[in-house]
């Protein structure tokens, strides 16, 4: 079964500042997705980023981008320029065919 | 265009009593998808429908936990004889395929439930 780990349950990052999120998973398929859900307080999840597996590019999306390595099983979020409205918590997921998988997620503090 | 709805938002439920918590999807998504997350905690899988049949079950914590879909759209997940630990934000998402492509899922904002 596929298992998505998020070794940080904490992190905080000072504003304007640079952090990054880690994200492991496990799977032994070789076409599948991953994404990066934002859960404000007001507990709606939005999708950040998605990188499909087939693309060796690193996917971005203005201050958030991702270091994939495949062959490691490792999909880590690097959000630039860190902003107060970015504290959430971060959940890392995969998804093949019907099977998401989600991590249990990195609480990010932005300190002013 | 409209996202995700839930309802209620938030529900406060006697221990004991029966709930019924409704998830409209976006129009013309097939698959939809039930989650559990406990306070500050990650998402419990519960249930996933393509169309109105539900492939995957696994995630549902007892029987007294039951979910369907009625043309292919609206869901209903019900927990009968609640108890304090079905405590939880009930999150319900939505998503264009089941099958392939990089769907992402749209969340609703979720139901709070809480049992006394």
């Known amino acids: 079964a596929q298992t998505v780990t998020q070794s940080q349950p904490e992190m905080s990052v000072q504003e304007a500042e640079t952090v990054t999120l880690s994200c492991t998973y496990d799977?032994?398929?070789?076409?599948?997705?991953l994404f990066w859900y934002k859960q404000p307080p007001s507990r709606q999840m939005i999708l950040v980023i998605r990188q499909e597996a087939y693309k060796q590019q690193n996917a971005t999306e203005n201050r958030f981008s991702v270091n994939f390595q495949k062959a490691a099983k490792s999909f880590s979020l690097k959000i630039s320029d860190s902003q107060l409205g970015d504290a959430a918590m971060y959940f890392c997921?995969?998804?093949?065919?019907?099977?998401?998988?989600f991590g249990p997620g990195t609480r990010l503090s932005v300190l002013p | 265009g409209a996202g995700v709805s839930q309802s209620p938002s938030n529900k406060v439920t006697e221990k004991g009593k029966d709930v019924e918590l409704r998830c409209d999807p976006i129009s013309g998504h097939t698959a939809l998808y039930w989650y559990r997350q406990s306070l500050g905690q990650g998402l419990e899988f519960l249930i996933y429908f393509q169309g109105n049949s539900a492939p995957d079950k696994s995630g549902l914590p007892s029987d007294r936990f039951s979910a369907e879909r009625t043309g292919g759209s609206v869901s209903t997940l019900t927990i009968q004889r609640t108890q304090q630990e079905d405590s939880a934000v009930y999150l319900c998402a939505s998503s264009l395929a089941g099958g392939t492509g990089s769907y992402e899922q749209y969340f609703g904002p979720g139901t709070r439930l809480t049992v006394t």
């Open positions: 799977t032994s398929e070789s076409d599948y997705y």
């Open positions: 997921a995969y998804r093949r065919g019907q099977n998401f998988v």
